[in-house]
């Protein structure tokens, strides 16, 4: 299970311009989640968007999922921190020279921005995998991955919700589980599949929430993250 991070809510920033995202986010009040900004609206707003968000005192994640040289991306890694960023996340299959250099240079600069990994990408299925040369599982490579992360001395990685339990058994308590793709109970409908609801990530085992249109698209934001936070409260009571 979670040790129920104090604000766990991640809210992805699913749009086309720092125009929109600011509009939306000005309906948020900054104590109650962080926000995800992806590769979309950074390479359309570029580092400008993380510092308006981190003026207005939210904590922000940037997804941009790095993967290169051990070099070049400990560079970005180091430029994203600098730029305001709590969190940034790099690909695992860059291997684990590149993902300790780049945790090397964050906390040689004297950073505590949590440095996070992605896996395998939750679009992509066993055949696919075969298609790179990968001859494992998805789960499989998830798994091998994850602990090469953790041996790396990262925070974390990112993962789906159906992993995190998996995950949580075999990594020490202390490495961060991020989830995307939840559904709070009052979004979720009958006939989807695979849906996982806050309440139920959070005792799978995941740390951080990351919820998008549920929250983004709701007539009354607040309302909705407020829902949310009920469901959240509901599993810690």
């Not at 920033?13 to 900054?30: G, K, S, T």
């Not at 979720?188 to 139920?200: E, I, L, Y």
């Not at 799978?204 to 929430?209: C, I, N, R």
Request: with cysteine.
């Amino acid at each position: 299970m979670s040790l129920f991070t104090e604000n766990p809510i991640i809210v992805a920033l699913d749009y086309p311009n720092a125009e929109q995202a600011l509009a939306f986010v000005d309906q948020l009040e900054p104590g109650r989640c962080q926000l995800k900004v992806g590769k979309e609206l950074f390479t359309r707003s570029g580092p400008s968007i993380v510092a308006a968000l981190t003026k207005r005192g939210f904590k922000v994640f940037l997804d941009l999922k790095f993967h290169d040289i051990p070099n070049t991306t400990a560079q970005a890694v180091l430029a994203a921190a600098d730029s305001g960023a709590w969190m940034v996340n790099v690909h695992a299959c860059g291997g684990r020279p590149m993902m300790e250099e780049s945790l090397a240079r964050l906390r040689g600069a004297g950073h505590d921005t949590l440095l996070i990994a992605v896996t395998v990408l939750t679009s992509m299925n066993e055949q696919q995998l075969r298609e790179t040369g990968v001859h494992a599982t998805p789960a499989e490579q998830v798994m091998h991955l994850a602990a090469l992360t953790e041996q790396a001395g990262l925070d974390g990685v990112v993962c789906s919700a159906q992993e995190a339990i998996m995950l949580r058994e075999a990594l020490p308590r202390s490495f961060q589980l991020i989830t995307p793709g939840i559904r709070p109970s009052f979004a979720a409908k009958g006939d989807q599949q695979r849906v996982v609801t806050p309440g139920q990530a959070l005792i799978d085992g995941s740390d951080y929430l990351v919820i998008g249109r549920p929250i983004t698209q709701a007539e009354d934001p607040m309302q909705a993250l407020a829902l949310i936070e009920g469901e959240i409260a509901s599993v810690r009571s």
